[in-house]
């Protein structure tokens, strides 16, 4: 930093302090739980700091206040932010404003810091990040072989059904006049009648899901030709009556916290055992009476929460009843909210580390020293007796599509596809657009973002479930759509090209995006606790292989550095292990990613405005 120059910074974080964000870092103690972040971490650095100029701002970094002539006014960002969204959406108002980003993530023993300087290295989206799995709904729904699958289901599907918006579409079988059984199945069994209590009607939703809908599924023997045939289980076969009727103790089932928990109901305390099937059917039953005489004023409103002690428990319990049912190994509940929260604990001295390399960054920008800005990969295991493996910055990649304007490519069939599918999918999941603007030559086709008149949102919501050669402005093969959001200042082409038929194993979406390419996907290890959403660059690995909790890293052979010559770095980065960077938003369920805004951290530093000017120019 220059001489004299006074150092500002803004701290901005939407989130608050929860008991599991202590171990994982210096600033917060327990008394500052259910404080806002932000205010706790300025405090805190004031007291052996303060002298400092911090300001923090109980907020998300994608309010609209937060633009581009915001982030104008500072020298350089550093991003924490826990998911991938978050991150696309700074690293495009870094490019617009100019102002240098340092980036970082960690993901237990691992981490890295990346610097992005538009006109002198790569941005953030120049190559592309690991996603998280998705998974086939009818893998989901009918022929499970691994744990996630179980949970997936839990979560996005019978969870949802229940407590969240029951006039989502849904997968579910919740309607069957199958003959199969002589049970009426013909209405909605998710419906609780006025003279059901509790008990029947928990009772009812487990016969039907675990038991009716297996039996269903059994009589397609042409699926079973291969595979383990399913077991249906009822409760009169997994709980004796007396044991249903003696569940649980509402007296119990609160906690000194106040939270309502099924485990403190039936006395169950450590969230690392792994329950039987009774035990688990027992919290299912519980957790769905408790949902019902506790908490009825969240059923239609609830979407799946880690940190939702309720939600967990009923969620372990239906996807450990699920997987017993299919022969899959039962989980812990500790496991199992690891899976579904998509949580890597993480370590606090990690997160130390990768802290100071943060600092060490944004020094050298503040001081315009662009020339020795590093990319710090820290590894969990030494190589070449290195832990910490510095690498000097990439040119921009001339076909990113956000940094270089390169046009996309998409094939989609347009006679079928809508253009919900086409904004919710490509505009938003794919290209991270939050208020976008899409036109077709000189016609805009559909607009997205506050401020609009009624019936203006009207208009688009009726078009949404056209398909896109019905449009006003039909989008067929060879039509150039022109994609923006306004609040980002960035826009890109995608050229539309028809395909007739798509591999639902393989491309899921039904649709694909070329130009912005995404990963090979493994078998997804999710992540949470601000994450890494970066991984080594492909002149350092080829691909990340993942193996459970191991992440290999191999070394892409023939590649060149464009900044500058490192055949003695390329030596040792084949053991570069990169964070993961499906970040928790990054959740694995059939519709894709799912936005989670829930730890948005990020600082943004000003120098004294005269020598800022300056600065930039060297």
Partial sequence: MASGSQLEAIKIDMDTIEVSNLNRQFLFRQSHVGQSKAKVARDAVLKFRPHINITPCHANIKDPEFDVEFFKKFNVVLNGLDNLDARRHVNRLCLAAEVPLVESGTTGFLGQVTVHVKGKTECYECQPKPTPKTYPVCTITSTPSKFVHCIVWAKDLLFAKLFGDKNQENDLNVRSSDGTNSTNHTE?????????????????????????????????????????????????????????????????????????????????????????????????????????????????????????????????????????????????????????GNIVHAVATTNAIIAGLIVIEAIKILQGDFENLRMTYCLEHPSRKMLLMPVQPFEANKSCYVCSE????????????????????????????????????????????????????????????????????????????????????????????????????????????????????????????????????????????????????????????????????????????????????????????EDNDDDDDIVILDENPETRKKKRLQ
């Fill in 188 to 340: 909605d069994v998710f419906e609780r009648r006025t003279d059901e209590d509790p008990e029947q009607y928990a009772c009812k939703i487990y016969d039907h899901v675990f038991g009716y809908n297996i039996e269903v599924a059994l009589t397609n023997e042409e699926t079973w030709k291969s595979r383990n045939k399913p077991r249906p289980l009822y409760v009169r076969d997994v709980l004796p009556d007396n044991l249903i009727q003696q569940n649980g103790s509402l007296e119990n089932s609160v906690t000194e916290e106040s939270v309502v928990s099924s485990m403190s109901s039936l006395g169950l305390k450590n969230p690392q055992d792994i329950w039987s099937l009774s035990e688990n059917s027992k919290i299912f039953l519980e957790a769905l009476r408790l949902f019902i005489e506790r908490r009825q004023k969240d059923i239609g409103n609830l979407t799946f929460d880690k940190d939702d002690q309720l939600a967990v428990e009923f969620v372990t319990a239906a996807a450990n009843i699920r997987a017993s049912s299919f022969g899959i190994p039962l989980h812990s509940l500790f496991e199992a909210k690891g899976i579904a």
């Fill in 406 to 593: 390169t046009p996309l490519l998409l094939e989609i069939n347009t006679r079928t596809s809508k253009l919900r599918d086409f904004v919710e999918k490509i505009v938003k999941n794919k290209l991270g657009m939050h208020s976008p603007l899409i036109m077709h030559g000189s016609t805009l086709i559909f607009e997205a973002g506050d401020g609009l008149e009624e019936d203006v949102v009207a208009n688009y919501a009726l078009i949404l479930d056209k398909a896109l050669a019905e449009l006003p402005a039909p989008v067929t093969s060879g039509t150039v759509l022109t994609v923006e959001d306004l609040h980002q200042e960035f826009s890109c082409n995608i050229n539309i090209k028809h395909r007739e038929e798509f591999d639902e194993e393989k491309e899921p979406d039904g649709m694909v995006l070329a130009g912005w390419i995404a990963p090979t996907q493994k078998d997804a290890r999710i992540v949470s606790n601000g994450e890494s959403t970066s991984a080594a660059h492909p002149a350092v690995t080829e691909m990340v292989e993942k193996s459970d909790d191991v992440e290999i890293a191999r070394e892409k052979p023939g590649t060149k550095r464009k900044l500058s010559e490192m055949s003695e770095m390329i030596d040792h980065v084949h053991d570069i292990k990169p964070c993961s960077s499906h970040d928790v938003g990054d959740q694995v369920h059939p519709q894709e990613v």
